[in-house]
């Protein structure tokens, strides 16, 4: 009877390569290096500008940005579970609704948190590359077409992503697109940190406001809020490596063999 298997030496030789392929796709070029030390500056300012008492207002868009992330995860949770979406609000105190009706509340509840903190991190990894960046700004676009039909009321919403865009359409012009890539970068980092800090603030530290987590207990009924915060805390710190780890893997071109690349070129290149 023949041998169900055969061993050959190319098995190890194909073994070997592919751990060094994968050691490889794993170890930051010079561009990647670079990228990653300016998202570890973006955490370091993001921290000090959020506490500090005079210059926090530098950060104030992007934080109401982020939580157009949160609304906005709410309410494509709520279109894929079948909930019809009423209206979407932004405050200037930072807060936010979303008004539906029907949907599931198991998935709907938590999408704002956990949602917030997936885009962040595929902003991240977008972040390490100008044709990627690009890809997310036609993304986000689109999605922002739908936060402002639903929050066709809300002027903080319009003048948020008003200001959004023209940032982005300058970042696009600027140094070929290498500006762009920096912006959506930081928009990623500052997202993952929003999403972390809110869940700290709502489930942790919070002990009587209603929030998101509250009423997610309350459906569920057999855990506390902060139980929930806790595991929604650990998903998001993983979104939020994963995001550096995919960038690092899947960009690799050098900083000058990105800048050469012609895909929606600015014209005034």
């Not at 932004?90 to 998935?107: F, K, N, Q, V, Y």
């Amino acid at each position: 009877m023949p041998a169900l298997y055969s061993y050959s030496p190319i098995d190890d030789v194909h073994e070997l390569v592919a751990r060094e392929t994968l050691g490889e796709r794993l170890t930051p070029n010079p561009t990647q290096r670079t990228t990653l030390i300016v998202a570890g500056v973006y955490v370091i300012v993001i921290a000090i500008l959020w506490v500090a008492p005079v210059v926090n207002w530098i950060i104030y868009p992007f934080k109401l940005l982020t939580v157009g992330f949160h609304e906005m995860s709410h309410a494509v949770a709520g279109v894929l579970t079948g909930a019809k979406i009423k209206s979407i609000e932004l405050d200037p105190d930072e807060g936010g609704a979303t008004r539906m009706s029907g949907g599931i509340p198991w998935i709907t509840l938590p999408a704002g948190y956990l949602g917030s903190s997936f885009i962040g991190a595929c902003l991240i990894a977008c972040g390490f590359d100008i044709v990627a960046s690009k890809i997310a700004c036609i993304v986000l676009a689109v999605f922002f077409v739908f936060t402002l039909w639903w929050a066709r009321r809300n002027w903080l919403t319009w003048a948020l992503v008003g200001g959004l865009a023209v940032l982005i359409i300058l970042a696009w012009f600027i140094a070929d697109s290498v500006a762009l890539r920096f912006v959506i970068l930081f928009i990623g980092v500052m997202s993952c940190m929003y999403s972390i800090w809110d869940i700290i603030d709502d489930t942790l530290s919070r002990k009587v406001n209603e929030s998101d987590a509250s009423r997610f207990a309350e459906v569920c009924g057999c855990c506390p809020s902060q139980t929930w915060g806790v595991f929604w805390l650990a998903i998001s710190f993983i979104f939020f490596i994963l995001g550096i780890l995919i960038g690092v893997v899947a960009f690799k071109q050098s900083a000058d063999q990105q800048a050469a690349s012609t895909f929606l070129d600015s014209p005034f290149r």
